[in-house]
Each structure stands twice: as structure tokens, then as C-alpha cells.
């Protein structure tokens, strides 16, 4: 067999090596995470969203966390009732350990499948996909089973049913687009936006595509209004331009890479004369990054729209006329080293990421031990950042979370940071502080010196017990003060 031939077989086959690049991409780092952590989940969004599942399934839905101090509103999503759908402890942590080799795969093929109706070339298409299931922001989003999984399968699903003939395709379409309009109002602006570029373009079905841009905006406001005024789901919104494009490379938690950006500005112009068929990509790109801004960091929304142009940017390497093509064969080597280094780099970064096997034993044993000594569960102190995993695994509330007050943070940092043990421990017993627990590398992350906040103050054995010790981790029983 030629390697022409060979080729062109590959290609005829795209959706299947589309489907098992995205596994094998999932696959690795998970794989290598299990050799390292058993089946520990990765991140911490994953551990809350599981947690509030369980909480939905035994008890309905509440609007205050109980394990926070201050008793904040959940951070509620649909995706967090589908889960809670399923009952149990282990079946919901079953389906999240088991998502990411369903909606992976199936959202990069039909991100494939999607750009064939824009009469994008096929190689064109499997590049992009693969482009895409390698992107850092695919890996970090499948890989730790968030909520934008959900969002971008039901949004892709629903798109491309769109553009199928017929009463029950348009049926499910709206329906996969209404769904995904629950995981997040990205979701339902570009649904929106472009199903009006499908209705700008169509003839026969533009009345139906109007009848679903009406159906699903006003199923998306009164979704919105129930979840905004009724449970109080009111999204905190801060504006940072800076945050609209994360490179992965440069140490950001997730993004998108250098090269990937590089490519898609070459793709940018390179496409530009076929601008006509491609408004979409440009437009939803545009809203994309306006919307990462203002709101929470959806990556992977940046990642699709991204890979077309990518993909755009190395056919436009490929097909230049290159005076010396030792040239041309070391850009392109450049440009797969530069590619696989962001996938590579990140999935490494991936099998680290906390918690780790000792962190979740510490804290179940935590939860063992309060539950012991206790009546009642005690707060615990902790560097911001492991919060869910903490009340995921040991069961009690905790001081600090991302939806906490200035004067919270400001408190935790006096806690951390103070050398006076007056102010600390009245600002503990404020707070009900029972517990100091301290992950691995904790003390290298918050403090400089041995000597310095907190950790000068924890030598008081009069104030606080060691009570564990292993592995790097640390917790420390704030000591009641006696009777007079």
C-alpha cells in the first residue's frame, strides 16, 4: 500500500480516528493518574458539583450550603439536578469518572461533523477536530467532568441536528439546544446567534428556524428568571479583558496554547476571502472572548471556535510556495513539536493536580475524627483553592470559598499572615475555627520563612495539637481554652 493510499483510507475514516485520537488524549493522563492516585477525580469544581448531587438526592434542593460558615447560596447548575438524578454517592461518582470517554469523543466528532455543513475541505475538518481534542482547554474540561463538558456536547449536538432536514431533527435539535442552554447563557447566545445565521442563509425551513430562536429564548428567560430570583443563582460578575485569553503554556491553570493562537491569526487572514461562509466562526469567536471578560473562564468555547482557524492557518503553511523546502519541512516540524509540547506539557500537568491519594486519605480521616470527638462538625481552616475537597471528603464546613465575602478573605489572610496570637485566635474563635489543615506544599505556597504568620504562632502547644502529621500534610486541632 502507498502512502497515498494510505492516506486517503485514513481520511475516509476520519470520524473513527477523530473519536479514538480524543480517547486516546483523555485516556493518558487519566490512565497515569490512577497509577499515581487510584481514581481520584481531578480539580476541585468536580468534588463541589458531586457534593451538591448528593445533597439534591437525599434532601431536594436547598439554597444554603450548610458546610460554609456563612451559610452562602449554592452555586446551583442543571448539571448538578441531572447528577443528583442518579441517587447515590457511587453512581454519581461513577458517572463522573466514566464522562469524560463519552462526552469527549462524541464532542470532537461532532465538532467535525459540524464544520462539514460550512463546505470546510475534510481534511480541513479532521485537523480542527484533532486540533481541538488536543487543545489544553479540552483536556482540562473533559478530563475533570465539569459542567462545560455537558454544555458543549449538548450545544454541538443541537447545532448540527439544526441543520438537518426534517420536523424530528429540528424537534431534537431545539431540544439539545434547550438543554444546553441549562449548563450556561454562553450556551443559549451562540445557540441563538446561530440559529439566526442558519435562518439568514435558509429558504424553505426559515420559518422553523425562527418558531426555535423563539422557543428556545423564551424558554432560556423564564429558565433564567426562576434560577436568578427564585433560588438566588445570581452569577458574580467582574471584568477582566486579561482573562479572555489564558495562555496554557505561560502556566495558567487551563487556556489555550501559544501555537494554537499563532496558527489561528495566520488562519484568521488566510481565510479571509472566504469570509462569506465563515462569518459565523469569526462572529461566535469575537463573543466568545467578549463574554470570557465578564464572566466565568470558558476555555473550551474558546478552544472551538479556535480550531477551525487553526486548522485554516496550517493548510495555508502547507499550500505556500516555500523558495527552499527544507524550509517549509522545518516550519512544520516547528509547528508539531510547538503543538504536542501544550498537549503534552499540559497533560502531565493534568495527572498532578490536586487532591493527591494522601490529601483525600488526611481529610477522610479528618472527617473520622471530628465525627469522633464532636457532637457537632467543626470549621476548618484551609489555604482558598481546596475548599470542595475538603467538605467532599471529611464532611465538615469550611471559612473560605470562592463566593466569600471581602471581610472573609481579609480575616483568613489576618489568620494566615498574623504573628499575634491574641488577634489570630479571636478571629478563629470568631469563625469557630476547630481545625488547620495544611496540603502538600502548603507551607511553600502561602508562606516565605518557617518562622513567619501562622506557622510561628502553631508552635504554641498550649494553643494548638499536631494531631496530623504525614506525607507533607499537616492538621492542627485548634485547642479550646480552658475553664477559669
Known amino acids: 500500500m502507498t502512502s497515498s493510499s494510505f492516506l486517503r483510507g485514513w481520511v475516509k475514516q476520519s470520524t473513527l480516528v477523530v473519536a479514538l485520537f480524543s480517547v486516546v488524549v483523555i485516556l493518558t493522563p487519566i490512565a497515569a493518574r490512577y497509577l499515581h492516585y487510584d481514581n481520584l477525580l481531578i480539580g476541585g469544581e468536580v468534588y463541589y458539583n458531586a457534593r451538591i448531587a448528593e445533597d439534591i438526592a437525599q434532601k431536594g434542593i436547598m439554597l444554603y450550603d450548610r458546610l460554609t460558615f456563612s451559610g452562602e447560596h449554592y452555586s446551583l447548575s442543571a448539571f448538578n439536578v441531572l447528577l443528583a438524578a442518579l441517587g447515590s454517592r457511587s453512581r454519581i461518582y461513577l458517572a463522573l469518572l466514566v464522562m469524560p470517554f463519552v462526552l469527549g469523543p462524541l464532542s470532537a466528532v461532532l465538532l467535525y461533523l459540524w464544520l ?39 450545544l454541538l449536538l443541537g447545532l448540527l441536528l439544526a ?33 439566526n445565521y442558519y435562518a439568514s442563509r435558509a429558504n424553505k425551513s426559515r420559518a422553523m428556524l425562527w418558531v426555535m430562536m423563539l422557543s428556545l429564548a423564551v424558554f432560556s428567560i423564564f429558565f433564567y428568571a426562576f434560577w436568578c ?18 495562555l496554557s503554556d505561560l502556566g495558567s491553570e487551563t487556556g489555550v496554547g501559544v501555537f494554537s493562537v499563532v496558527l489561528a491569526a495566520i488562519g484568521f487572514i488566510y481565510c479571509w476571502r472566504e469570509r462569506a461562509h465563515l ?92 465525627s469522633y470527638n ?35 478573605i481579609n480575616d483568613t489572610r489576618t489568620m494566615f499572615h ?57 492538621i492542627w486541632e485548634v485547642m479550646q481554652p480552658e475553664e477559669p
Open 116 to 154: 462539514g455543513c460550512f463546505r470546510i475541505k475534510r481534511h480541513v475538518r479532521i485537523v480542527a477536530a484533532l486540533l481541538f481534542a488536543a487543545s489544553p482547554a479540552f483536556l482540562h474540561t473533559f478530563c475533570s467532568s465539569s459542567i462545560e463538558a455537558a454544555g458543549v456536547f449538548t
Open 163 to 195: 441543520t438537518r432536514g426534517g420536523f424530528a431533527n429540528r424537534l431534537a435539535a431545539l431540544l439539545a439546544l434547550m438543554i444546553s442552554a441549562l449548563f450556561g447563557p454562553l450556551n443559549m447566545v451562540i445557540s441563538l446567534f446561530t440559529l
Open 229 to 246: 430570583i427564585h433560588l438566588n443563582q445570581i452569577p458574580r460578575i467582574s471584568f477582566d479583558p486579561v482573562r479572555a485569553l489564558l
Open 279 to 370: 462569518r459565523l466562526f469569526y462572529w461566535a469567536l469575537l463573543i466568545v472572548l467578549a463574554y470570557n471578560t465578564v464572566s466565568l473562564n470558558y476555555y473550551i468555547y474558546i478552544s472551538l471556535f479556535i480550531a477551525p482557524f487553526s486548522a485554516f492557518g496550517i493548510e495555508a503553511v502547507l499550500t505556500r510556495e516555500w523558495d527552499i523546502e527544507t524550509i517549509k519541512k522545518f516550519t512544520l516540524l516547528l509547528i508539531l513539536c510547538g503543538l504536542s509540547f501544550s498537549t503534552i506539557s499540559y497533560m502531565h500537568r493534568l495527572v498532578w493536580f490536586r487532591p493527591s491519594r494522601e490529601e483525600a486519605y488526611s481529610l477522610r480521616w479528618l472527617g473520622s475524627y471530628d
Open 374 to 408: 464532636s457532637k457537632e462538625a467543626r470549621l476548618v481552616l484551609s489555604e482558598p483553592g481546596y475548599g470542595s475537597m475538603i467538605q467532599y471528603f471529611s464532611g465538615l464546613p469550611i471559612v473560605i470559598t470562592p463566593k466569600s465575602s471581602d471581610v472573609i
Open 418 to 474: 498574623s504573628r499575634n496570637l491574641n488577634r489570630t485566635t479571636s478571629i478563629m474563635e470568631r469563625y469557630s475555627v476547630a481545625y488547620v489543615w495544611l496540603g502538600e506544599g502548603a507551607r511553600e505556597r502561602i508562606w516565605k520563612k518557617d518562622d513567619e504568620g501562622l506557622l510561628f504562632l502553631l508552635r504554641n502547644n498550649k494553643t494548638f495539637k499536631n494531631i496530623y502529621s504525614d506525607n507533607g500534610i499537616e
